[in-house]
């Protein structure tokens, strides 16, 4: 299987999947920064199976000024969750969302991170599956409960120390506005980690919200990452990032990924903040 299958599915092969059974488990992570509305659009269509993923209170542990706005969730929390869903040791999970998989990746991030090896986005979302003209339901579906057992840790990590130390390329998966500190929406400072290069994650995208081909997505980040070198990836809270860490994942690049991120960072005042352009992106070993 070569790395974007492991990392994608498109909707027609997944509606392949569902008829021949037996299916995976479908979650549905609507989700957008400002946003309230996930759980009513799920229950307004979905696709058929699929249960909803509240990504603030179960895929997140409570906001802090310490940890960031999406700090990891407790581990406990994440498996009981992870039950709730229907996932059991050796499920197949596809996570989809309504907007580029910005959302779903996280669900996607945390699934592997806790040690799910059978987990993929679906290339598209919703959006994608609908003009495909394949079928969706609504109202709500709960899963019979499952019996999964997480092993937190299974993909790296780092922390703001590793971050402000890292020795290959720091990517900033924000907007470029917010990198260069031209505006801060939701953060204490604007700006960015010394060092960062930007790669906003949009840019992983094409124009209808599906990722891009894999040559260009290799083309993206060979002019970002020189080769062989470590890449880390921070965004404002680590949802987004989670999409960055996909998108090399799919052209076969592992990637470690900063959870705290800029809302970590930037609430520290010990912590040196840059403005701008960047550099390089090499920090000095």
Do not use: I
């Not at 992983?204 to 894999?214: K, S």
């Amino acid at each position: 299987m070569s790395p974007r299958d492991q990392v994608l599915v498109t909707p027609a092969a997944l509606a392949a999947e569902l008829a021949a059974g037996p299916p995976p488990v479908l979650l549905d992570v609507r989700w957008a920064l400002g946003r309230t509305d996930g759980y009513e659009q799920y229950r307004a269509a979905h696709l058929p199976g699929a249960v909803f993923v509240d990504l603030d209170r179960e895929l997140a542990g409570p906001a802090t000024a310490q940890a960031g706005r999406h700090p990891l969730p407790d581990p406990v929390e994440l498996q009981a969750a992870a039950r709730r869903w229907g996932l059991r040791p050796d499920s197949r999970v596809v996570a989809y969302d309504a907007s580029g998989a910005m959302a779903a990746a996280r669900a996607w991030w945390l699934l592997r991170w806790a040690g799910l090896t059978q987990v993929r986005l679906l290339d598209g979302g919703l959006p994608a599956w609908v003009a495909a003209g394949l079928p969706v339901e609504a109202g709500e579906r709960t899963a019979e409960p499952g019996d999964v057992v997480l092993h937190p840790g299974a993909v790296p990590t780092t922390d703001a120390d590793g971050a402000a130390t890292w020795t290959g390329v720091l990517l900033d998966a924000r907007a470029g506005e917010r990198f260069r500190g031209e505006v801060e929406p939701v953060d204490p400072r604007a700006g960015h980690v010394p060092g960062a290069v930007s790669a906003p994650t949009q840019g992983n995208l094409d124009a209808v919200g599906a990722f891009l081909p894999d040559v260009q997505l290799r083309a993206r980040f060979a002019a970002l990452v020189p080769p062989g070198a470590p890449v880390a990836v921070y965004c404002g809270s680590g949802v987004t990032a989670a999409h960055e860490v996909a998108a090399l994942a799919a052209v076969g690049l592992e990637a470690t990924l900063y959870p705290g991120s800029w809302s970590q960072w930037s609430a520290d005042p010990a912590r040196p903040v840059v403005t701008g352009a960047c550099g390089t992106g090499l920090s000095p070993s």
